[in-house]
């Protein structure tokens, strides 16, 4: 990769995200483009070239003070710069301004309530919270987020916590499982155990119709006793999610 070097043998670069790293009693700095770092590390950015401005290694980037060989090597064990950038990369701190980072964490917070409000309803008017509630509670429960983590862990995590501050449970799913042959009946049985409410059980020649309510965490379960009973001679099970949240008579689901 070509490198711009000026007068006094200095890199200078613009627009620039430094990734910084203390390791053998030195500072080291690599240069990125913005908004790059975070998609590298979520491996949504593969290619190296795309978030890197140059494969060198700092000691200052905002200087343009390149690092010794001798100090890589000391401090890295090895002088090949793009693995050293991928280290970096993978365990150094975004440095970004105190602007960029409340904005940042602003947005990470904002969507953390909004994944709440998404999965969660007030247990007493079976009703999903405005995401202004939720930011509210969150706020008062001290909830701090963590810029590393994506919101949707965050949301997981904070919903134990806001039940401190409001009533609030997790939105089930509807769903319906359609049934036949001899293990329709043991089928019925199994998922109705998961289920936090069965809504409807009709049976017509053998085969059933099973409308009920569960935690988005039997999910999974449910389809593997789906898939695994429609294996049999002449079985047939079919599950069908309905909705994915728990709603009023005469409410319109938006999802």
Known sequence: MSKIFTPTNQIRLTNVAVVRIKKGGKRFEIACYKNKVVSWRD??????????QTHTIFLNVSKGQVAKKEDLIKAFGKDDETEICKEILAKGELQ????????????????????????????????PYPVSIIEKAMK???????????AKQQALEVIPQLKASIPLERARMRIRVTASGKEAK???????????????DEWSGG??????????????????????????????????????KEITEGEEIIE
């Open 43 to 52: 491996k949504v950015e593969k290619d190296i070239d795309e978030v890197l």
């Open 96 to 127: 970004v301004s105190d602007k960029e980072r409340n904005a940042h964490l602003e947005s990470i917070f904002k969507d953390i309530a909004t994944t709440v409000a998404d999965k969660c309803i007030n247990p007493d008017t079976k009703r």
């Open 140 to 150: 008062d429960v001290h909830f701090s987020v963590k810029p590393n983590r994506n």
């Open 186 to 200: 043991r089928l019925v049985e199994k998922i109705s155990k998961l289920a936090s409410s069965v809504e409807s």
């Open 207 to 244: 085969s059933v119709n099973l409308v009920c309510l569960i935690d988005p965490g039997h999910y999974r379960g449910v389809d593997e006793l789906v898939q695994s009973s429609a294996g049999p001679k002449g079985a047939h099970a079919v599950l069908e999610l309905i909705n994915l």
